[in-house]
Nanobody, 125 residues
């Protein structure tokens, strides 16, 4: 599966951004989708993920973004979204979308995930 992320930018603290990730090349609806981020000088870290099945779908969030970020998906458009509200300077990073068969394996073995190119988010104070 090929992934194309977009929506990053420069915003002030407290503002919102919505990232999008369009998938192609495989059955999007069969993959768990997620977002990771990498801040300057730091390792890549998990942000959020959403399952491929279930109603409601299972979601998972890293503690620093709980209550501020919301992940969602539109299987008809083969797109996953990350709505980011109340942004903080510490959210500044390159954000990557990712795909794997399940949320658990996506988090446990990210080296095996499908990856898109990153989209840069900068939050000024």
């Amino acid at each position: 599966v090929q992934l194309q992320a977009s929506g990053g930018g420069l915003v002030q603290a407290g503002c919102s951004l919505r990232l999008s990730c369009a998938a192609s090349g495989s059955t999007f609806s069969r993959y768990a989708m997620g977002w990771f981020r990498q801040a300057p000088g730091k390792e890549r870290e998990f942000v959020a993920a959403i399952s491929w099945s279930g109603y409601p779908r299972v979601t998972d969030y890293a503690d620093p973004v709980k209550g501020r970020f919301t992940i969602s998906r539109d299987n008809a458009k083969s797109t996953v979204y990350l709505q980011m509200n109340s942004l903080k300077p510490e959210d500044t990073a390159v954000y990557y979308c990712s795909a794997d068969k399940a949320i658990a394996t996506m988090r446990r073995n990210p080296q095996n995930n499908y990856w898109g190119q990153g989209t840069e988010v900068t939050v000024s104070s």
